[in-house]
């Protein structure tokens, strides 16, 4: 998977609002402070793919991205 598929597929189940995560399945939210604890979902499907550090996720993905040379 490409990095621009990776970002893809985790904006599809996670969005960033403000300075929090939410799960757009059960929409429970984790504050940027807490990017180093286990996300604790809602009653939602997402929920039983163990435990997820989305924050990270994102990191790893962003940093997987081409930087934009400023010409």
């Known amino acids: 998977m490409t990095p621009a ?11 960033l609002l403000g300075n929090h995560l939410l799960c757009t399945e059960c929409m429970a939210a984790q ?8 996300f604790a979902h809602g009653q939602c499907r997402l929920a039983p793919a163990g435990i997820q550090y989305p924050w990270s996720d994102l990191w ?12």
């Not at 598929?5 to 969005?15: F, G, N, P, S, Y």
């Not at 504050?31 to 286990?38: L, N, T």
């Not at 790893?60 to 010409?71: A, M, S, W």
């Open 60 to 71: 790893k993905t962003l940093n997987e991205l081409p930087v934009p040379l400023n010409d």
């Open 5 to 15: 598929e990776k970002l893809i597929d985790w904006t599809a189940r996670w969005t």
């Open 31 to 38: 504050p940027a402070r807490d990017a180093d604890q286990p």
